[in-house]
Structures are given as structure tokens and as C-alpha cells.
């Protein structure tokens, strides 16, 4: 997962931080870099006027409602977030839609960074043709509250940036600790009400200065902070599952079980965030989960995900490699951007350049 969060790959055992790699096909690049430069000439003033998108003419939109959404181009996208604002009011429904259209979507880590505006990261600020489970989530999020590409992008920045500041060292890059208080206008935390008396407590001792410094060679003078939490243990699902909600934010939590194995140098602690996906419901109403993990994005029974990565653990306990814990759950609040034009004021959302300029769109 990235970001400096948690690492997304099953079991990894290092922090990840997720990084959007382009398409490495040439067109794309070429295409994509040039809009990069389009962005530093234009950026260079300190802010940015953006035009919304035209209305997407039925033959253009016809071929896109059996195409998957990580086959779009940029203007693809556009066209057809603004189909979908018109056409489905209910974002939990927009959540899914969008969620289900990128099933197939190929997994890598290490996809987004921060150029054109930094080089510290030189990866870009988006990715459409692949994901790791935290580019898939954001990208799904940002998609579904926005109408057009310029929208898209900038609601993309102000998730994945804490206040909306765009740079390596105010990126999010701790799920638990900076994705989720970050983000309280979009998801609330609500595993203590799931668990109750179930709830595992968990602490971790996370040094950001330590992490910019040795993943960027970055020196910055961060307080280290100590993080308290909690988690339901996976085989306490059943208390979960009949109040999950369609899009809802899903964190797994990994650790090591072993007695006296050393903490997670980067987490700090024994247990932490490895990993997040989406709630879904199957037909039959059974909890399901949207994820990216390897080798694409995909929609599976939470029972089998559980399955799957509780199928070693005697192994993997006394190897004293990390396994599936548990899982924190974060609701999706009814009106996510209501919600942000209080933080941000009205012309939220507010996004900031690392030169303190302003992407602004009027």
C-alpha cells in the first residue's frame, strides 16, 4: 500500500510507499509527461483556472459503458464521471460502479510520487492503468465524488495530502495515523462501536523524520508520534459484517505474533495497517471486499480473504513473519464534500503546491 503506507503486497514486511507508476507504454508517457509540463508552465503564476468538462456526446460515451475504466484515457475519464454524476445520485452506487468497472485493473506497487513538483518522489500524481490497494481506493473515492477530469484531480491531491498540501513530507503516508485523521471529511472511524469489548489495542511508535530520511534522503525535524489504536480480530468478523455499508474503507491490520520478534523498524510496533480496500455486499448480501493486490484488482468474499491469509499462520507465527490480524473499519460519511467545504471553505477543495501557490478551479 504505500505512501509510506503500509506496505500493500501480502505479508510485505517493509512500509511501501505507494507511488503510481504510469503505463509504461510510449504513447502514454509521451502524453502524460506532456501534460506534466503543461502543468509546471501553467502552475508557475501560483494558481490555475480550470474550464469544466463538455457534456459527453452519446457516441462518444457509447464504447466507454463496456470498456474498463483502466483502459481510459485522461479525457475518457472525464466524459464519464460526468455520464455517471447525471445518471446514478446515490455515491455508495457510484462507489461500486466505478469499483467493479476496474476489476482486472494489473497490481504494482510503488506507483505515485510527487512530479512534476517535486523530485524527492519522482513518480506522478496519478495513475489509470494500474494500482496498488491504496492508488485503487483513492482513485475510486476522488472518481466518484468528482464530474469531470480537472474535478477528479484535484479532489485526488486533497485525499492523498494532508490539508491538501502537495509534497513527500505532508503526503499520508501512515494509514492509521495520516490517512485516516486526514481524511475525517470523506470516512469516520468507527471500530471501537463495531468491536466493542472485542477490540484489540495496538500502539506504534512512528518516527516520519526517520522515514523521509532514509526512503528520500529527506531531513526534516518531525515530533515522533506515539500512535494508540485498535482492531477487531478477524475471527470476530460476524460482529461486523451485518453493519458494513457499500464503500466503506476497510484497513487490514498485520503483525507479528511471534514473542520477542523485534518490532517493524518503519511501524514501530508489532502490529499496523498493511493493507485497505472497499466494503461490498454480494448478491446474496454477503461481505465482500474490492481490493488491488497481486496480480489485479478484484472483488472477493471476505470469508475467503480471510481463508487465504489466515491458511499458514502456525508457519508464519514461528517464522516470525507478519500475518493477518484483524481489520479497522471507517464509514463513509453522507456527504463527504459538505463536509469538506467546512475545512476548506467554499472553494473546497483546497489543494497547495509545494510553492504555496493555489490549484484553484473556477
Known amino acids: 500500500m504505500n505512501r509510506l503506507f503500509r506496505p500493500c503486497p501480502a505479508f510485505a514486511a517493509a512500509a511501501s510507499p505507494v507511488a503510481a507508476v504510469y503505463d ?65 445520485p446515490d455515491l455508495r452506487k457510484r462507489i461500486m460502479h466505478l469499483a467493479r468497472k476496474n476489476i482486472g485493473q494489473p497490481y504494482e506497487l510503488y506507483l505515485l510520487g510527487e512530479m512534476p513538483f517535486e523530485t524527492h518522489d519522482p513518480q506522478p500524481l496519478y495513475c489509470l492503468g494500474k494500482s496498488d490497494c491504496l492508488v485503487f481506493t483513492e482513485h475510486i473515492y476522488a472518481m466518484a465524488l468528482s464530474r469531470d477530469w480537472t474535478g477528479f484531480m484535484r479532489l485526488l491531491q486533497r485525499i492523498r495530502y494532508r490539508d491538501g498540501q502537495i509534497g513527500v513530507a505532508s503526503r499520508n503516508h501512515y494509514t492509521e495515523a495520516d490517512w485516516n485523521p486526514s481524511n475525517r471529511w470523506l470516512v469516520r472511524e468507527i471500530t471501537a462501536e ?34 494508540h489504536d485498535a482492531y477487531l480480530p478477524f475471527a470476530e468478523i460476524g460482529l461486523a459484517a451485518p453493519r458494513l455499508r457499500d464503500g466503506d474503507f476497510i484497513n487490514v491490520v498485520r503483525g507479528v505474533v511471534k514473542p520477542g520478534a523485534p518490532v517493524n523498524d518503519t511501524f ?3 502490529a499496523w495497517v498493511g493493507h485497505v480496500g472497499l466494503v461490498a455486499h454480494g448478491p446474496d448480501g454477503t461481505l465482500h471486499l ?51 467545504r467546512q475545512l476548506d471553505g ?17
Open 268 to 270: 514501530g510496533g508489532s
Open 346 to 362: 467554499a472553494g473546497a477543495p483546497r489543494v497547495t503546491l509545494p510553492d504555496g501557490g493555489l490549484w484553484s478551479e473556477k
Open 194 to 227: 463495531l468491536a466493542a469489548d472485542k477490540a484489540v489495542k495496538f500502539n506504534e511508535r512512528i518516527d516520519r523524520s526517520k522515514f523521509l530520511r532514509g526512503r528520500y534522503q529527506l531531513k526534516t525535524d518531525i515530533p515522533v508520534e506515539e500512535h
Open 24 to 88: 509504461r507504454r510510449p504513447a502514454l508517457i509521451e502524453r502524460r509527461y506532456s501534460l506534466a509540463l503543461l502543468l509546471v508552465i501553467v502552475f508557475a503564476a501560483g494558481s490555475v483556472v480550470f474550464a469544466a468538462e463538455p457534456a459527453a456526446p452519446v457516441d462518444r460515451l457509447q464504447p466507454l459503458l463496456a470498456k474498463p475504466l483502466y483502459q481510459f484515457t485522461e479525457t475518457e475519464t472525464g466524459l464519464y464521471l460526468g455520464h455517471l454524476q447525471s445518471t446514478e
Open 290 to 340: 474490492i481490493h488491488s493486490a497481486e496480480p489485479a484488482v478484484r472483488e472477493e468474499a471476505m470469508a475467503q480473504f480471510i481463508a487465504r491469509e489466515t491458511a499458514q499462520l502456525a508457519e508464519r507465527d514461528a517464522a516470525g513473519k507478519a500475518r493477518l490480524l484483524g481489520f479497522k473499519f471507517l464509514r463513509l460519511t453522507d456527504d463527504p464534500l459538505a463536509n469538506l
